[in-house]
């Protein structure tokens, strides 16, 4: 299997206080996973606040620098790219934050983010930007009309978070990586990002790596996934059957932590590969 990412027992250890109280902090201890190049797959990575979840997702964006282990993205080291390198990489792994918000700069319009993703790692010119940022905002539901001119204060936090993948996507990546990308927004538009990663992979054949503590998005969508505890991974499978019948305690304790009289039947449906959500399943 030729593999598009693969992590061999990575690990991340931080280190805080003075010369002589320093404290070891083990974020993420021995995390391994393949995330193949020829099918493309919505990875997801479930664990609590503390789990050690953003820590992985920012080595894999090449923003943190493993303690040790492998990780490598199209069979080079993430850590080690520079210049075109570089580039060539952010081009190809594209993020999408927790708060939409926090990921524009407030004094510079929507538009020109989009035509500077485009022409940067997108290899457009500017004439051809404006039709890359219209058909990538196109994708997720805008239109470059719709938020031509304006600042991110301008737009709800919904429609910025729809902005920002309509940004990774100027790209043509081969993987995004979702860090909580729904935390933030209400019911009906989880419903619409969930449905949106899963066409991303059936039909630009991205893969997505999505980190959430949210069990039902992560049931309906999930091809596979790991439980982190602790910086470890405790459990690792098919999204479905992990969920519907987890094997290890502290992912029983997460399950059980989100079912209601309501949500009793949540996990024991068996949704198709073309399932998409619907709002009254994310309530």
């Known amino acids: 299997m030729t593999a598009l990412l693969r992590l061999d027992d990575v690990s991340k250890t931080f280190s805080r206080g003075g010369l ?11 995390v391994s996973f393949t995330i193949a190049a020829d099918r493309p797959e919505i990875f997801t990575i479930i664990g609590e606040s503390g789990s050690g979840k953003t820590t992985l997702a920012r080595m894999i964006l090449g923003m943190y620098q493993p303690t040790s282990g ?4 199209d069979g080079m080291p993430v850590a080690t790219k520079s210049g075109p390198a570089r580039r060539d990489f952010m081009a190809k792994v594209q993020p999408i934050f927790q708060n939409p918000f926090e990921a524009f700069n407030p004094l510079t319009r929507i538009d020109r983010f989009l035509f500077l993703t485009a022409e940067r790692f997108g290899g457009v010119t500017r004439r051809n930007a404006e039709t890359a940022a219209d058909a990538a905002l196109k994708r997720v539901g805008l239109s470059l009309a719709e938020i031509r001119g304006r600042f991110p204060h301008e737009l709800s936090g919904g429609q910025l978070q729809r902005v920002a993948i309509a940004r990774a996507l100027v790209s043509n990546p081969h993987l995004i990586v979702a860090d909580e990308p729904v935390s933030m927004v209400d019911a009906s538009l989880r ?10 992979r059936d039909e630009m054949r991205i893969s997505i790596i999505y980190i959430t503590h949210d069990l039902a998005t992560a049931y309906y969508i999930s091809d596979r996934l790991i439980i982190m505890q602790n910086g470890a991974i405790v459990e690792a499978g098919d999204g479905r059957a992990v969920l519907s019948a987890p094997q290890h305690p502290y992912s029983r304790v997460l399950r059980n932590a989100v079912l209601t009289p309501d949500s009793v039947g949540l996990f024991a449906g068996k949704p198709t590969s073309n399932h998409r959500v619907q ?3 994310l309530r």
Not at 70 to 73: G, N, S, V
């Open 20 to 30: 002589f109280s320093a404290q070891r902090i083990d974020a993420v201890r021995k």
């Open 191 to 200: 419903m619409a990002i969930v449905n949106l990663f899963a066409s991303l």
């Open 70 to 73: 492998t990780l490598e993205f």
């Open 279 to 281: 709002d009254k399943d």
